[in-house]
């Protein structure tokens, strides 16, 4: 079976439960393409092939002792922002590199008590602060559809792993599109869930009221199962929502008759790649078929978005950032001559440009003297983009439109020009900022590399986006195209 | 020039939380350094801090008890500024809205005048690890044991005008954590810090003169020395031409005086700004009235009850209530005893506080409980001991040889009180000095002290004085 990096997670469990392979060389399987293709991709950060097998081969005992469950034996790859015990959790970062995480993230300790199967963490922009995962202390990532191209970022090791085969599921995290982005230049499917769903607890902190971890998968189906165990209360995040977690794979079937899709005048407008937006047009009339009604929708302070992001993320990671000080753990420079300078050595060799950038940026927005033009007036937009999205949500059920403007851009482009960058998340960090859930999934391609539809909901209708996801692959096969190179 | 003092006084108590205010790790003091620090203590990536529930029954149950108002909504905040005792590099403390505002101190001077001082804010925030410069060699340790306990800093208005005054205040203040239960107290541990910021102006000015912050003052006593010190070089300053410069400064008890240790240039900007990791801390009326119903009786409420119930005097009661355990001993004491208030008042107050004081010792470890201090009173009262023999008692029971009644019968001190006992006692006296016995009934009046002296010593103490004073005159008149 050598297209077993193919199969979906149900085709997995049936092919475990029945015992034709072991997880151990499902495992084996995937650490041997790894071996072969993440030279050229760059994909992971660390390969965690011994404890791997050693958790394939519990979860083998598990399977003969008849006591699988839905993701037993399924091997998974964490973005390299969860906290792993006993393995490097560098965030992408130098300041991180000698950092052996004593304690599991609550979405790890979720998965390794699913009998997941960790294959290693993912590469990704440092502090997930990118949108290319070029500014990786590891390396840039390459796009397996084009090894010219970025994978999108920050997630975007998860998301280049998953559309290269390499591991069928992967954990990201989004804080203003870093699940999404990458899963519409990787023609993957992602899904960032309500703020408050998935725990942030052991998730290396970005922009904490923004951040939230997720599913990446090939298929809605597989995140749903993949969400099923990342999400729920956890006591130890307090801004973890109280509210009951579902079966999210409970819904998928559901009929799309009669379903309300808005589509945002402001998510269609220039700027727009014309590819892009045939693709998108092309996916909106499959959805037509398929029972939904369509209506223009507007958003209008869509536009402010970007500077107001661009305040609040950098604001509270300047702050986030603070513990890395050299003092306990990280990246300390060699032979401080004072304090003074053991902060600023270790931090000035441990960060990169573009986390210096941000943390600049966010301690100048919270001096004193300008925190209220800055950080006070951004908090009042944002109130203002959730109620946008709040008025237009009480009118349909969905909201549509592109993830991107264009498709993924060569490798180097952005570095050059940071604000460009920066605009690039224009339709995805309005819904982080609302606070709303979102997927993104594959919907053709443009200039030959993939496009993305984002489907915005109401708060915890993760199900409804699964559903609608769901159906749309199930009429369609763009979730079933693999890389050439990667087959 | 005629110069007033102007005081404002942070307070940080130690609240009696078992766990940290953001971690369930232990707060007991004096475990090997770092034992008392977990993945969120140590500011390790990805911990997030939860806000302990205790901590805020705590501070709601100090806003309750002086009647201040309780914000129904407070938010915490993050003040950012690196030391490498504080892992985050920032503090969670709370800004814009605190948990209590706005109040009002209710202190009573030593001379039985009242003063009210206004309580600006408390508000909950986590304390600092701390920094060891000794023993490393040159070198900084850093034990984060203390790092997450949980603090409430109580903030005044500029209100005081005297050193007197601010220390009045802190021991309210003091005297009032420590009934509520909810911090200890112990200004050597650290559980009760007391910052001062003090300025002079001119008498009659109404704007104040630059403050400075002065810390490291450590017990109420160098609370008014630093004050004293602070206003007195405030003075010297703007009496030679100069000016008061805005800063902090140390105190130091060895050289008594303070310190310059950083200046407003120097001070840092600490960009707060609403922590994200943490919900607003919303408090319902159920809430706040559940605390209410717990709360205790309070020193005020106390010491009224202590004039009225038991007839003591305004500064009998005032010393009684001062502390919550002392007020305590004496109602059991009392109840013991079931003697006159005052009578047991006085032996609190009197020799019982002052074998304390001589011994170094707190109440809660006194070798005489109030069950036995009861006893004891239980036997003046009923005139089984007089004064003088009563003071014998409580020495052998201060020394360990047991309850009241047990040293009586001992010693054989019991108090002879039978009247034809003392009247052989007095004849048999006045046996013995039949010249002086002559002289007083001559007229000598003054002889009457010998006799009493002689009557006195013959009694070896034991008889009832008043009585025993009675047989002599009767004797010496008939």
């Given at each position: 079976?050598?297209?077993?990096?193919?199969?979906?997670?149900?085709?997995?469990?049936?092919?475990?439960?029945?015992?034709?392979?072991?997880?151990?060389?499902?495992?084996?399987?995937?650490?041997?393409?790894?071996?072969?293709?993440?030279?050229?991709?760059?994909?992971?950060?660390?390969?965690?092939?011994?404890?791997?097998?050693?958790?394939?081969?519990?979860?083998?005992?598990?399977?003969?002792?008849?006591?699988?469950?839905?993701?037993?034996?399924?091997?998974?790859?964490?973005?390299?922002?969860?906290?792993?015990?006993?393995?490097?959790?560098?965030?992408?970062?130098?300041?991180?590199?000698?950092?052996?995480?004593?304690?599991?993230?609550?979405?790890?300790?979720?998965?390794?008590?699913?009998?997941?199967?960790?294959?290693?963490?993912?590469?990704?922009?440092?502090?997930?602060?990118?949108?290319?995962?070029?500014?990786?202390?590891?390396?840039?990532?390459?796009?397996?559809?084009?090894?010219?191209?970025?994978?999108?970022?920050?997630?975007?090791?998860?998301?280049?792993?998953?559309?290269?085969?390499?591991?069928?599921?992967?954990?990201?995290?989004?804080?203003?599109?870093?699940?999404?982005?990458?899963?519409?230049?990787?023609?993957?499917?992602?899904?960032?869930?309500?703020?408050?769903?998935?725990?942030?607890?052991?998730?290396?902190?970005?922009?904490?009221?923004?951040?939230?971890?997720?599913?990446?998968?090939?298929?809605?189906?597989?995140?749903?199962?993949?969400?099923?165990?990342?999400?729920?209360?956890?006591?130890?995040?307090?801004?973890?929502?109280?509210?009951?977690?579902?079966?999210?794979?409970?819904?998928?079937?559901?009929?799309?008759?009669?379903?309300?899709?808005?589509?945002?005048?402001?998510?269609?407008?220039?700027?727009?790649?014309?590819?892009?937006?045939?693709?998108?047009?092309?996916?909106?009339?499959?959805?037509?078929?398929?029972?939904?009604?369509?209506?223009?929708?507007?958003?209008?302070?869509?536009?402010?978005?970007?500077?107001?992001?661009?305040?609040?993320?950098?604001?509270?990671?300047?702050?986030?950032?603070?513990?890395?000080?050299?003092?306990?753990?990280?990246?300390?420079?060699?032979?401080?001559?004072?304090?003074?300078?053991?902060?600023?050595?270790?931090?000035?060799?441990?960060?990169?440009?573009?986390?210096?950038?941000?943390?600049?940026?966010?301690?100048?927005?919270?001096?004193?003297?300008?925190?209220?033009?800055?950080?006070?007036?951004?908090?009042?937009?944002?109130?203002?983009?959730?109620?946008?999205?709040?008025?237009?949500?009480?009118?349909?059920?969905?909201?549509?439109?592109?993830?991107?403007?264009?498709?993924?851009?060569?490798?180097?482009?952005?570095?050059?020009?940071?604000?460009?960058?920066?605009?690039?998340?224009?339709?995805?960090?309005?819904?982080?900022?609302?606070?709303?859930?979102?997927?993104?999934?594959?919907?053709?391609?443009?200039?030959?590399?993939?496009?993305?539809?984002?489907?915005?909901?109401?708060?915890?209708?993760?199900?409804?986006?699964?559903?609608?996801?769901?159906?749309?692959?199930?009429?369609?096969?763009?979730?079933?195209?693999?890389?050439?190179?990667?087959? | 020039m005629q110069w007033e003092t102007v005081?404002?006084?942070?307070?940080?108590?130690?609240?009696?939380?078992?766990?940290?205010?953001?971690?369930?790790?232990?707060?007991?003091?004096?475990?090997?350094?770092?034992?008392?620090?977990?993945?969120?203590?140590?500011?390790?990536?990805?911990?997030?801090?939860?806000?302990?529930?205790?901590?805020?029954?705590?501070?709601?149950?100090?806003?309750?008890?002086?009647?201040?108002?309780?914000?129904?909504?407070?938010?915490?905040?993050?003040?950012?500024?690196?030391?490498?005792?504080?892992?985050?590099?920032?503090?969670?403390?709370?800004?814009?809205?605190?948990?209590?505002?706005?109040?009002?101190?209710?202190?009573?001077?030593?001379?039985?005048?009242?003063?009210?001082?206004?309580?600006?804010?408390?508000?909950?925030?986590?304390?600092?690890?701390?920094?060891?410069?000794?023993?490393?060699?040159?070198?900084?340790?850093?034990?984060?044991?203390?790092?997450?306990?949980?603090?409430?800093?109580?903030?005044?208005?500029p209100?005081?005008r005297?050193?007197?005054?601010?220390?009045?205040?802190?021991?309210?203040?003091?005297?009032?954590?420590?009934?509520?239960?909810?911090?200890?107290?112990?200004?050597?541990?650290?559980?009760?810090?007391?910052?001062?910021?003090?300025s002079v102006r001119p008498k009659g000015q109404v704007e104040f003169g630059t403050?400075?912050?002065?810390?490291?003052?450590?017990?109420?006593?160098?609370?008014?020395?630093?004050?004293?010190?602070?206003?007195?070089?405030?003075?010297?300053?703007l009496?030679?031409?100069?000016?008061?410069?805005?800063?902090?400064?140390?105190?130091?008890?060895?050289?008594?005086?303070?310190?310059?240790?950083?200046?407003?240039?120097?001070?840092?900007?600490?960009?707060?700004?609403?922590?994200?990791?943490?919900?607003?801390?919303?408090?319902?009326?159920?809430?706040?009235?559940?605390?209410?119903?717990?709360?205790?009786?309070?020193?005020?409420?106390?010491?009224?009850?202590?004039?009225?119930?038991?007839?003591?005097?305004?500064?009998?009661?005032?010393?009684?209530?001062?502390?919550?355990?002392?007020?305590?001993?004496?109602?059991?004491?009392?109840?013991?005893?079931?003697?006159?208030?005052?009578?047991?008042?006085?032996?609190?107050?009197?020799?019982?506080?002052?074998?304390?004081?001589?011994?170094?010792?707190?109440?809660?470890?006194?070798?005489?409980?109030?069950?036995?201090?009861?006893?004891?009173?239980?036997?003046?009262?009923?005139?089984?001991?007089?004064?003088?023999?009563?003071?014998?008692?409580?020495?052998?029971?201060?020394?360990?040889?047991?309850?009241?009644?047990?040293?009586?019968?001992?010693?054989?001190?019991?108090?002879?009180?039978?009247?034809?006992?003392?009247?052989?006692?007095?004849?048999?006296?006045?046996?013995?000095?039949?010249?002086?016995?002559?002289?007083?009934?001559?007229?000598?009046?003054?002889?009457?002290?010998?006799?009493?002296?002689?009557?006195?010593?013959?009694?070896?103490?034991?008889?009832?004085?008043?009585?025993?004073?009675?047989?002599?005159?009767?004797?010496?008149?008939?």
């Amino acid at each position: 079976m050598s297209d077993l990096h193919c199969k979906t997670l149900t085709e997995l469990r049936g092919i475990l439960d029945s015992k034709q392979i072991s997880a151990q060389e499902l495992a084996q399987h995937f650490i041997r393409r790894i071996q072969a293709h993440d030279s050229t991709l760059n994909s992971f950060i660390s390969v965690t092939e011994d404890a791997g097998l050693l958790a394939a081969q519990r979860a083998d005992e598990k399977i003969a002792a008849g006591q699988a469950g839905a993701l037993t034996g399924i091997p998974v790859a964490h973005k390299d922002i969860f906290c792993t015990m006993g393995v490097k959790t560098s965030c992408g970062s130098r300041m991180l590199d000698n950092f052996i995480a004593p304690y599991n993230a609550s979405v790890v300790e979720r998965l390794n008590q699913a009998d997941t199967v960790m294959l290693g963490k993912t590469n990704m922009d440092e502090f997930a602060m990118g949108s290319t995962s070029e500014s990786s202390y590891y390396g840039a990532t390459k796009n397996p559809w084009d090894t010219q191209a970025v994978p999108g970022g920050s997630s975007g090791g998860s998301a280049a792993a998953i559309a290269a085969g390499l591991t069928p599921i992967a954990t990201g995290t989004d804080t203003g599109g870093s699940i999404r982005q990458p899963a519409a230049y990787c023609g993957i499917t992602g899904l960032k869930p309500t703020y408050g769903r998935v725990s942030r607890f052991g998730m290396i902190a970005y922009a904490s009221s923004l951040d939230q971890g997720g599913p990446m998968a090939r298929s809605a189906e597989d995140c749903a199962l993949l969400l099923n165990v990342m999400a729920g209360f956890d006591a130890r995040d307090s801004t973890s929502s109280e509210q009951a977690s579902e079966d999210y794979t409970a819904q998928l079937n559901l009929d799309l008759t009669g379903l309300k899709i808005g589509l945002p005048r402001e998510y269609f407008g220039a700027g727009l790649d014309v590819g892009v937006a045939q693709a998108i047009d092309a996916a909106i009339s499959e959805l037509r078929k398929l029972g939904a009604e369509v209506r223009e929708v507007s958003l209008p302070n869509s536009e402010l978005a970007i500077p107001a992001y661009y305040v609040i993320a950098p604001a509270e990671a300047s702050s986030n950032l603070s513990r890395f000080d050299g003092v306990r753990f990280g990246h300390r420079c060699d032979a401080p001559k004072d304090l003074t300078d053991l902060y600023e050595r270790s931090r000035a060799e441990g960060f990169g440009d573009e986390v210096k950038r941000r943390i600049m940026i966010g301690t100048y927005a919270l001096s004193s003297g300008y925190y209220d033009a800055y950080y006070l007036k951004a908090q009042r937009v944002r109130r203002l983009i959730a109620d946008d999205f709040q008025r237009v949500l009480s009118e349909v059920d969905v909201i549509m439109g592109p993830v991107t403007p264009s498709v993924a851009p060569n490798l180097g482009e952005s570095l050059k020009d940071p604000v460009a960058m920066y605009l690039s998340d224009i339709y995805t960090v309005p819904v982080n900022l609302a606070g709303l859930p979102a997927i993104s999934i594959p919907v053709g391609f443009a200039h030959n590399r993939p496009v993305g539809l984002q489907v915005i909901g109401k708060a915890f209708a993760e199900s409804r986006l699964l559903n609608i996801a769901h159906r749309f692959q199930q009429a369609t096969d763009w979730h079933r195209q693999t890389p050439p190179a990667f087959k | 020039m005629q110069w007033e003092t102007v005081i404002g006084l942070e307070i940080h108590a130690q609240l009696a939380t078992k766990s940290k205010i953001f971690s369930g790790t232990s707060t007991a003091f004096g475990a090997e350094p770092n034992t008392q620090a977990n993945v969120v203590d140590l500011g390790l990536p990805g911990a997030l801090p939860v806000l302990n529930a205790e901590a805020v029954r705590l501070a709601v149950k100090f806003g309750l008890a002086l009647d201040a108002k309780i914000n129904r909504r407070s938010i915490f905040a993050r003040k950012n500024y690196f030391y490498p005792d504080l892992p985050k590099g920032y503090q969670i403390s709370q800004m814009d809205l605190p948990i209590v505002a706005q109040g009002e101190v209710h202190v009573v001077m030593d001379d039985g005048t009242q003063k009210t001082v206004g309580l600006t804010r408390a508000h909950l925030e986590e304390d600092a690890g701390k920094s060891l410069h000794e023993d490393f060699h040159g070198l900084t340790g850093i034990d984060l044991n203390r790092a997450g306990t949980p603090l409430l800093e109580i903030v005044s208005e500029p209100d005081m005008r005297s050193a007197k005054e601010a220390v009045a205040y802190a021991k309210t203040i003091h005297s009032l954590v420590r009934y509520l239960g909810m911090c200890d107290g112990n200004m050597q541990e650290g559980s009760f810090r007391v910052d001062a910021n003090v300025s002079v102006r001119p008498k009659g000015q109404v704007e104040f003169g630059t403050r400075a912050e002065v810390k490291n003052v450590n017990s109420f006593r160098f609370l008014e020395r630093a004050i004293n010190f602070e206003v007195e070089r405030q003075i010297d300053v703007l009496e030679s031409g100069r000016k008061v410069v805005q800063e902090t400064r140390l105190y130091d008890p060895d050289r008594d005086e303070t310190r310059s240790m950083r200046s407003k240039e120097e001070a840092h900007d600490y960009r707060y700004f609403p922590d994200p990791d943490l919900l607003p801390v919303v408090l319902d009326e159920a809430f706040i009235e559940s605390v209410r119903m717990g709360l205790p009786e309070l020193p005020q409420a106390k010491k009224q009850r202590f004039i009225e119930q038991f007839g003591l005097s305004a500064y009998d009661a005032n010393f009684l209530t001062s502390e919550r355990e002392l007020a305590d001993f004496f109602e059991s004491t009392l109840k013991a005893g079931g003697c006159e208030a005052k009578l047991c008042a006085n032996w609190v107050m009197g020799d019982f506080s002052a074998a304390l004081n001589k011994a170094g010792l707190d109440l809660a470890h006194s070798p005489v409980n109030a069950e036995m201090l009861g006893g004891l009173m239980k036997r003046i009262a009923d005139n089984t001991l007089s004064g003088k023999l009563a003071k014998d008692v409580f020495e052998a029971m201060w020394a360990g040889e047991g309850d009241a009644d047990a040293i009586i019968e001992k010693k054989g001190l019991k108090q002879i009180t039978d009247e034809g006992a003392i009247a052989a006692i007095v004849d048999e006296a006045l046996a013995q000095f039949p010249e002086q016995v002559a002289e007083f009934r001559s007229g000598k009046d003054k002889v009457f002290g010998f006799l009493v002296g002689q009557v006195m010593k013959a009694a070896k103490g034991k008889a009832n004085p008043a009585q025993l004073n009675a047989v002599l005159k009767q004797r010496l008149e008939s």
